[in-house]
């Protein structure tokens, strides 16, 4: 108990770092005790001591879930290594996300309800390793705690965050752009995010609560891009996802990009089957860095790093879609 009101109070402060409203009760305990469920699985059958946590059914205070929970259901068709997503049932990409470019290069579908869609290649080696010198560096600032909002679901982040300057995550986001087809005003600040071994995120939805959506509105989709090769472990896994009789993980390759859509609602409803996390990696496995952005509802105001605007981007990133042949939507 002293540790999670040493957690809520320490994200707390970080929040109001932030400037971000803190109008959602930070001291208050979730209504019921984290119930634990089977421990995953990291490589050839090795249990990890992962900590594993399930929400309530009812949901916390933050996160009001459902009354009907909906059915999690991977499509055989799309199990394993996906399937691409030029050839995914009409529709079924560009209602989650209109605008969303089914033929964009190497993108497939690990789950297609909800969807989950995997890219290689996204980043170049050279980009990804750009990308992760930033940290330290006068683009990058380095927060105290994680910005995600999800801390009362008794979740728990261990990495370290940097937020950058969307001037010097131009490659991504024009990326991001040609993908997602969604206005660069929309993006919340880039991060940078370092695990070292042993490292993780615990299970939280990336969905924004209801009472913080005045900046933006709901995040609409979360795009991470993967900076480096972890041999072991460090995967991102979907809770109640299956790929086959497995769980759903996307296990860290450079420049690999994964991306999925956290809400159900805009009203702040988190769509509960994207429940995820960030698994550690073993000790031997060396560092996992990644990039992510989240794209939301309305135009998002920056906070950090200090003076950080879509607007010193904007020519960077038209510059490098020229370049690399890649479609915006202006
Ligand atoms: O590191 C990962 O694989 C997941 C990260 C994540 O879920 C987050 O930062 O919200």
Redesign the pocket.
């Known amino acids: 108990m002293a540790n999670r009101v040493a957690l809520l109070l320490s994200v707390g402060a970080s929040i109001r770092a932030l400037h971000i409203p803190t109008c959602w009760p930070a001291l208050q305990p979730p209504p019921r005790p984290p119930t634990r469920c089977e421990p995953p699985t990291l490589g050839a059958g090795k249990k990890t001591s992962f900590e594993e946590y399930t929400i309530s059914g009812e949901g916390s205070h933050i996160f009001p879930l459902p009354a009907e929970r909906a059915a999690v259901k991977a499509a055989k068709k799309f199990r394993g290594k996906g399937a691409p997503a030029a050839k995914a049932p009409p529709g079924a990409l560009e209602t989650v996300l209109p605008g969303l470019d089914r033929s964009y290069p190497g993108l497939r579908v690990h789950h297609l309800d909800p969807l989950v869609l995997v890219a290689d290649g996204f980043l170049s080696d050279d980009e990804c390793d750009a990308y992760r010198a930033l940290a330290g560096g006068e683009s990058a600032h380095e927060l105290s705690q994680s910005a ?1 909002f999800s801390s009362l679901t008794a979740s728990g982040r261990t990495s370290t965050t940097w937020y950058v300057t969307y001037a010097a995550a131009h490659p991504l986001l024009a990326r991001a752009a040609a993908l997602t087809g969604h206005p660069l005003d929309n993006c919340e600040e880039p991060q940078l ?1 370092r ?1 070292r071994p042993g490292e993780s ?1 615990s299970w ?1 939805y ?1 969905a924004v609560p209801p009472t913080m959506l005045a900046n933006g509105g709901q995040r609409l989709a979360t795009l ?1 891009v993967y900076l480096n090769d972890v041999p072991n472990g460090g995967r ?1 896994a979907f809770r109640d996802l299956r790929a086959g009789s497995e769980r759903l993980g996307v296990a860290p390759r450079k420049g690999r990009a994964l991306l999925f859509f956290p809400s159900a609602d805009a009203d702040g409803t988190p769509d509960e089957r994207t429940l ?1 996390a ?1 698994e550690p990696a073993p000790p031997d496995s060396g560092e996992k860095w ?1 990039a ?1 952005i989240w794209l939301h509802e309305r135009p998002y105001d920056p906070a950090l790093p200090p003076g950080n605007s879509h607007a010193d981007a904007t020519p960077l990133v038209r510059e490098y879609a020229a370049e690399h042949a890649l479609r915006l939507d202006e």
Do not use: A, N, S, W
């Open positions: 995600t995010v695990y995120f939280h990336d991470l991102t995820h960030g990644i992510q």
